[in-house]
Each structure stands twice: as structure tokens, then as C-alpha cells.
């Protein structure tokens, strides 16, 4: 058979009352009399109509279903004679939708009834003990006056693919009825409904949410109207998850005042002023969240937090939280802000905005400074989540910005940060405010610096590498300075900072007790926290230093570093001591031990040895005191031989301390053709002169090598 849409209501075949009354006629009620009957309710809760039966549940009508259906047992139950309530009521929940409705009457009288309604006892589904009150006014318009349950348990089941199962009906009762239509209201004739110590348990995702019962509502302009206090003190959060569409794990409890507005295919919830949720056990997406402080969950301006119509589920949702920690990332967020809007019809089923006030570092040390971050999450049908945000600090310099996306079926995702590029000034905020975990070992530094990184996580952790640009990059690195140095660094995990062995920097300047200038170091850096530097390279006093590999921890920097010099002109040599009227030709060869200790770098002990025959010349304009002396005295006849001193053979010996003065003692064996007839003469000569002014010389001849050019040109061409 056809069911068809009605808009009446029928008791005892006669005359049809207006759409949503229960009102029989007035002489079938004195006598008793009652048939079976044919109820018709508008909307997907419940159609039965006089040629057939179609009871379907759609997800628009489901829990107003629940209450027409228990409203409209009660009423027939109010308007029987009290011998055939029990089996009269119970027949009008049976057509409403629940075939295995029971009523059991405790009472009826003129003004009130009181009975014990299950649903559907086998599932547990129960109205529990459900009162009415009416009026003789009331009662002639089919209104009741009043109803109030106690002791409800209603379930319902949201399945994977966003349907609602209301348990204790049968399958197929969960759509439209057979070719009929959807109807456009479902009147509830009652003007107050109370409800105390009844429970609504939702399941899905493996877990169930028990949401206690206590409301109050009020028929005001065809709606029901009032307030619920929420008061959740445990809850296993899965279900919470599966109704959000994402992995949630974990116990919550809710507590505040909910304004409630019940229609007839449609249910809305708004925080009256702050639903205070806190969380134990907390896991969102996989990651462990820390909650110490319960978070405010409050409805956006004009909007419900809840709105359940025809639509389906739609959420939209301000919460805001005190602190939110990520302990496996060591993040703390402060003074967070989440703008949620779930509609799982919807294309995008859900967007959410974040703005954290304060975002931390908690690792020793701290991996950046303090950030003011905002963000978006959005996920659309058939897609992973998609995110992005971008993060400041105070200052402007360090902005971060990122993008990725989560596939909560898989747990994988991925994330791509960049780094803007930032020009550094050395009385301005350094790496070592900026980024304490990468460069709490360097200070006033200065020049350009950018970086960017990729992360990607799965269920067996976390993996990231990166890159970091350096041009004209200037600083010092406890007792050692640097100019000039540029080039592009890779980095195979960034926490811990990893640098693969074979990068390669151009260097300026390396101030390490004697300025080495125009250098390129290779070198990689690995978990251990330890520096190995594969090979170096230093143009100096117009030869060349080459280091022997070496391995250094920046923390605690301790060792000696073999620096092999070859064919170091003499000439250039001394012009950094800076000494009147010294000049020299010659070429060296040699080695030069640097040794490092926390908080001092020092040349100690540096040979140097002539390598050909060359010049030594002395005539300074005004000879210092100490050489100045009467003719033919010893010192007279000193100067005299270094005026035009020819040597065969000379040893350097060279000292200095990084940021302080080099100091040269030579040993020199040769003569002067005007200095007793070319007499040959061993001289010893000490001189010095203070490093700090080669640091404010310009190195024009500084050439940054075609290999390090061609990967810095990379950086902004390829991904991390």
C-alpha cells in the first residue's frame, strides 16, 4: 500500500481535528470509547496514514521524533479511560515508531497521569517515568499543560557515514516513509516539558558520550523554549572525535547552562555563558595535548553552538583556553582562541581559526623565541585536514610561516615552514634571543638570514630537515670573530639540529688568534652536538693555511687545531703588526697550533721558517727610544744592520690571542754588505702588534667561491 501525507489527526474515526491536536470528540471520551488510531504526525518522525504504514526515521527528525512519540503516548494515555490507557498508549507509541513500546500506568486521574514508558525494553531505550497535567480549557484545544520525565536513557548511534540510529527501531525506519514525503512541521501539543535525572548516550567512533538530562522548556510561538544545565563529570571523548571527524581520545567533563530551542525538526543550543570543558588524557589527531586549565566553550555572536535541522549537524563554536601544552613537541601555547564551524553536509565540513597570544619553546634551550601565531584549519569532503598559520615575535624580525596537511585515517602529514628573510644588526636582537636552540653560541651578529624546513609525520614519529641561507653574516662565537660569511646549509633534522658532513660556508674573516681571510670550511654537524670539520681553507699574509680535519663540541669547545701554512709571504706578515718602517721579503712555510678552551682561543707556539733567502729592512723615521743610541754604540750599530739586512736563513715564531695581539720572534741569520764588510750576523727580533684592526679592514679582494654562489642562487628554488 501508498501511505500518503496527512495533516489531521483522527481518533475513533470521526471527524478530523486540526493539525497537531489530540482532541477526540467530546461524547466518545465520556462513553469510553476508543479505537485504534490512526495517527498522523507532519515531518520524517512518524507517518501512518489510514491506507498503510510508513514509520522512517530521517537524521532531521530523530530526537524530536522521540519526544512527538512520547508526547503522543502520554496524550492518549491523558484522554483514556484509565482500563484501556495502558494498551491504548502503548498502541499509540507502537505506530509512532517503536514497536516494542510498553506503558505500565501508576496513575490517571481528572488533571494529571503518571506512567512508566519503555521505548523499547530489550535496547534499554526509555522514556522512564513520564507525568501530565492538564486543564478542562486546555484539554478541549488538545493542549497539554505539562509533562515531565524522569529517569529517561535514550541512545543514539551516529554510523561512519553520518547517519543517526536511534536503537529499538527497526532497520528500516530510518528514512522517509514509503513514497511519502518529508512533512514541514510536527506539532507538539504541550506548553511546558521538564525533564530530570534522564541521561542521552551518544556512540560513535567506539565511544560513547553519556550527556545527562536536565532541562526545562517552554512552548513560546510554536517553539519549545528553556534551559538545560550541562553537567558532564566524565566522558570518553572518541565520540566526541567521530562526531568532529577527527581521532579524539581521552576523559572530559562539561559544566555551565545551555539555552535550548526545540522545533519540530530542529534543535538548538546556545551557552548561555561559558561551558567550562576540561580534559585528562587528552589526544588530538595523535598528539597529546596538555590542558591544565579548563577551556571556555562560548557561541559565536548571532549563532548557536549546536544546531541539529534538516540539514543535519551543524556546530559553530569560540573556545578559548589559559595554556594548551604539546609535551612530545615541547610547545606551550598561552591565552588560546579556537574558532570551530562543523557541517558535516557541507563541502567543507569543517574550518576552524586559532590565535594563540604566546607561543613557547619549553625544550633547554628554548628553540626560538616567544610567538604570537594565527592560524586555519580547514578540511574539505574527501581530503586530508589542510592548515596554515603564520608566527611573529615581539620584535618582527623572526615571522614564520607554514602550510600542510593531516590525514587523520593515516595519522601522516606534512609541513612546509619558511623563515623570512631577516637583516640582523649587531645592538639588535641576535640568533641567540631569536633562535636559542640553533645559535645560543653566537652574539652580536649581523647580515641576512632566512631558512626554510619540511616536516613529515606518520605513526612511527616524526622526521624534518631544512635549510639555512647566510649572506654577509658577521658575529662572534665566544672568542672568535667572523665577517663575511655566506653560504647555504642543510640541515637533516632540526631537532636535534643535524648538519650533513659536505656543507660548505665562504668565510671573510676567522679571527683564532691570527686573522685568516678569504676561507671556505666544509663541514657537518651531528646529533651528538659535536662540530666536524672536514677541511678548511684561509688565504693569509698572501699564502695559504690549510687545517687538518678536526672534531669540536661549540658548547664546551676544547682542542687543538693544526694549521699548515705554505709560502706565507714575510712582507704581508708583518704589516699586520703594523710596525714603522719594518719591511721584508721572503716566503714561509710551517705550522701553526690553535688551541681552543672554553672562553679563549690562542695561537701557542707557531713555527714558521723561511723557505728562500729574502730581506729584512729596519729604518723607521723617528727609531724608537729604546733604539736610539750615541754613534758606535751597540745599539747604533744595531740599527745600522737592519737598515739593509739580507738573510739566509729565518724561523718565525708566532703567539697570539683571538681579539688581542700577535706577537713574532724572529731568529735570524745573515748580513748587511755595509755592516762590517758583510760580516755574517745572528740578530733575535721581537715585535707585536694589536689584531683589532684587520676586523675594520676592507677585504676588497674577497671572492665568495662559484660552488657556494651556485647554492645560495638554489635556496629559493627548491624545497627543503
Known sequence: MQSRRADYVTFMGRRPAPAGSLAPPLDGLLHGRYRRPRVFMTGEGTVAGRTGVGRRWGRKGILAGVLAGGVTGVAVLALSAHGLAEGAAAMALRHAGFPAAEVTVEHIGLSSARALVRLDPASGLTLGRVSAGWSAGGLLQGRLDRIAVSGARLRLVLEEDGTVRLPGLPDGNRGVGEGGEPGEGLALPVSEILVEESALAVEAGGGTLTVPLRLRLAEEGGLLRGQADVRIPAADLRAVGALLGTELAGMGSVEGTVALTLGAQEVQAVPTDCLLLAAKDLVVAGERLGLPEPLCLRAPEEAPLLDWSGEGLRVQALAEAERVSLPARG?????????????????????????IETLRSTGKPA???????????????????????????????????????????????????????????????????????????????????????????????LRSGGELLLEEVAGTAGPVSLAGVNGAIRLSSLSPPVIPAGQVLAVKLLDVGVPLTDGTVTFGYGRDGRLNVEGAEWRWAGGLLRAS???????????????????????????????????????????????????????????????????????????????????????????????????????ATLDGEAGGELRIGFGILGSNPAFYDGYPVKLNLNVSGALDRILRQSLDAYRIPDTVRDRMSEFGRKDP
Open 549 to 651: 680535519p678536526f672534531v669540536i663540541a661549540p658548547a664546551e669547545p676544547r682542542g687543538i687545531i693544526e694549521l699548515h701554512a705554505e709560502r706565507i709571504d714575510l712582507g704581508r706578515m708583518l704589516e699586520l703588526v703594523a710596525v714603522d718602517g719594518l719591511a721584508a721579503t721572503g716566503r714561509l712555510s710551517g705550522r701553526l697550533p690553535v688551541s681552543i678552551v672554553p672562553e679563549r682561543v690562542s695561537l701557542d707556539g707557531g713555527l714558521l721558517e723561511a723557505v728562500e733567502p729574502g730581506t729584512l729592512r729596519y729604518d723607521p723615521a723617528e727609531p724608537p727610544g729604546f733604539l736610539q743610541g750615541d754613534e758606535g754604540s751597540p745599539t747604533a750599530l744595531l740599527m745600522g744592520a737592519l737598515t739593509d739586512f739580507r738573510y739566509s736563513e729565518l724561523r
Open 367 to 461: 628553540l626560538f623565541a616567544p610567538l604570537a601565531f594565527t592560524g586555519g584549519v580547514r578540511r574539505e569532503l574527501g581530503r586530508p585536514l589542510s592548515f596554515n598559520g603564520r608566527a611573529a615575535d615581539a620584535s618582527g624580525l623572526l615571522t614564520l610561516e607554514a602550510s600542510g596537511t593531516h590525514d587523520t585515517d593515516t595519522g601522516t602529514g606534512r609541513m612546509d615552514v619558511r623563515l623570512r628573510p631577516m637583516t640582523l644588526k649587531p645592538d639588535g636582537p641576535g640568533p641567540a634571543q631569536l633562535l636559542p636552540g640553533y645559535g645560543a653560541q653566537v652574539s652580536k651578529v649581523s647580515g641576512r638570514l632566512a631558512a626554510k624546513a619540511r616536516l613529515d609525520w606518520n605513526a612511527k614519529g
Open 331 to 355: 610547545l606551550a601555547a598561552e591565552d588560546v582562541s579556537l574558532s570551530l564551524a562543523l557541517d558535516p553536509a557541507a563541502s567543507e565540513p569543517l574550518a576552524a581559526e586559532v590565535r
